[in-house]
């Protein structure tokens, strides 16, 4: 009986001792995790988040269709290649070359700097306005999109401003080189304007994104970072803004407005002249129209008087140099109306007041274009009109493809439709009649300035 109670006892103690044992290697196992999932937990917190994806560029080369130093007097170039169109600004993710911050500092400062000084006529030069509609049923108390473009008609900024009963959304799209920069500030009123007029706001909440192909991406702006597996929902394509533009409608207070501003600013015809021509008598001709081999002025330079801007007063149109300046009058007095690279865009002014246009590679394509401008020298896209070929590879006619602004056609449609713009370009009747800026000895001497 005594031997059985000891080797109980000898048992408990054994078993005893290996809970000790397992204990002990317990605490040490403890001893030695918890701190190794502290530092990783850490080390989590800064770094990118657990299972997010995300782009981060290394390297910078931002590039902006706005002025540069070399064109500081003209807007960005009308592009008629037939690979361009409104997808151009969104390109694939691998095509973000450059830091996202950067690249948005870049194209907002060169947006604020589209004004400009013109030293002809000491006056400034806008070369991006917005226009602004009316959207019907998009909210519930209504709203407004504006849609900001060069003299081009290049398309730069759209803003949706839409208002409900408790609140108000600002939504902005900024076309960058590589991508739409989108912002969307939301707005909570205390109480209904409706109930009391104006409100207190309660609280606001900006989003920012990039929008890649049509799929747009929450930007963590501290990081430099677009979030990839977070998309933001409601927001619209380049193509579904231009639709919603269209759509749009022009308040009567807004046309109004527009309408009386133009009157104000009117001069009479012959005070236009006068001022034109004192103009082309000043030196500041030499320098306009200069150029690395005629530095002290292009001797070529050409001038026409002719209204293209439907305003009943005509415009001084100046052709030399690297340029062709288009000068109006305000209020008495002159002003830049519009400025573009002669080579790059060539145009030819015409007696109705358009604009006729030829451009080809003469083994890609071929592109005549129309354009109308309005009272502040943008173009008119309801007027305006492109006619593209594009040659067969082979070289076989019968491949050719034909477009008429934008959309595909056949070779008969695009043949009679062209018919009168060709006769626009090649019938001098129809077009300004040109003379020399500067007389023909001023001439002869500028000629022999030509810098070898």
């Known amino acids: 009986m005594q031997k059985k109670q000891n080797a109980e006892r000898a048992g408990e103690n054994k078993m005893s001792r290996r809970r000790k044992y397992a204990l002990a290697c317990k605490y040490a196992l403890a001893c030695f995790l918890f701190p190794l999932i502290f530092i990783l937990l850490i ?98 108390e209504g709203g407004t999109i504006t849609r900001y473009t060069d003299k081009g008609g290049k398309i730069y ?70 979030l990839m597996t977070d998309v933001i929902e409601f927001v619209y394509t380049p193509e579904e803004l231009a639709d919603i533009y269209e759509k749009a409608v022009v308040s009567p207070e807004t046309a109004a407005a527009s309408e009386e501003e133009i009157h104000s600013q009117q001069t009479s015809p012959e005070t236009a002249v006068s001022l034109y021509r004192e103009l082309l008598k000043d030196d500041t001709m030499y320098s306009l129209t200069a150029t690395a081999d005629y530095p002290m002025g292009d001797g070529n330079a050409v001038y026409a008087f002719g209204d293209c801007n439907g305003d009943g007063v005509p415009e001084l149109h100046i052709v030399g140099g690297y340029f062709y300046n288009i000068y109006t009058c305000r209020s008495g007095k ?42 502040d020298g943008f173009l008119i896209d309801s007027e305006s009109r492109d006619f593209l070929v594009e040659f067969a590879v082979d070289g076989d006619p019968d491949k050719n493809t034909y477009t008429m602004d934008g959309d595909p056609c056949t070779k008969e449609q695009w043949e009679n439709e062209i018919a009168p713009y060709r006769d626009m370009l090649d019938n001098p009747a129809l077009q300004l009649s040109w003379d020399y800026v500067f007389p023909e000895a001023v001439r002869a001497e500028l000629a022999d300035s030509r810098r070898d």
Do not use: W
Not at 99 to 117: D, P
Not at 346 to 360: N, Q, R, V
């Open 43 to 140: 080390s989590c917190r800064q770094a990118p988040g657990m299972g997010e994806e995300t782009l981060q560029t290394e390297s910078m080369s931002a590039t902006m269709p706005v002025t540069t130093d070399d064109s500081a007097t003209s807007e960005p170039s009308e592009t008629f290649e037939p690979s361009e169109s409104s997808s151009a600004n969104q390109p694939s993710i691998p095509d973000t070359c450059g830091k996202i911050a950067a690249q948005i500092s870049t194209f907002m400062s060169q947006y604020r700097s589209s004004v400009y000084y013109d030293e002809p006529t000491d006056s400034f030069v806008i070369n991006i306005k917005g226009s602004t509609r009316d959207l019907v049923g998009l909210s519930t």
């Open 157 to 226: 900024r759209y803003r949706l401003v839409l208002y409900g009963e408790t609140g108000r959304m600002e939504s902005n799209y900024f076309f960058t080189s590589h991508f739409i920069y989108y912002t969307s500030l939301e707005e909570d009123y205390c109480v209904p304007p409706i109930i009391i007029g104006e409100t207190d706001i309660l609280e606001q909440t900006l989003t920012e994104g990039i929008l890649i192909d049509g799929v747009c991406y929450r930007y963590d702006r501290l990081r430099d970072q677009i």
């Open 334 to 375: 002159l002003a830049l109306l519009r400025s573009s690279d002669r080579y790059a865009r060539p145009l030819t002014p015409l007696k109705d007041g358009g604009m006729i246009g030829y451009k080809a590679t003469g083994l890609s394509y071929d592109c005549y274009y129309y354009r109308r401008l309005d009272f």
